[in-house]
């Protein structure tokens, strides 16, 4: 007697992790962040290693770095896991799977 036994295909490695999204997104999430800071730091004033040399309050700066890192860190990983949520159940859709038979 044999059994007919599906087995699903996918293109997707053991790991799971897609390397060159990870790279690019984290290539991204600086570009975001240098973009978002450095002017914040001209306007309201940037610790003098970072920027020109100004005397007064960092408060606004040293606030915004910490939470531009994770609102945009968020963002980006938001990014990466619906895209592969997206990746994922578009290849599920579109691929066929043959049965096999297991002897």
Known sequence: MSATVEQPTSRVSSSGIRWIRVVVAGILLEFALVAVLVPIGGIFGAPPGLGRNQTGSYAVFLTAVPVGCLVLGYLA??????GSQLILSHMDSSSVSSPRRST
């Open 77 to 82: 990983g938001w990014w990466l896991y619906a």
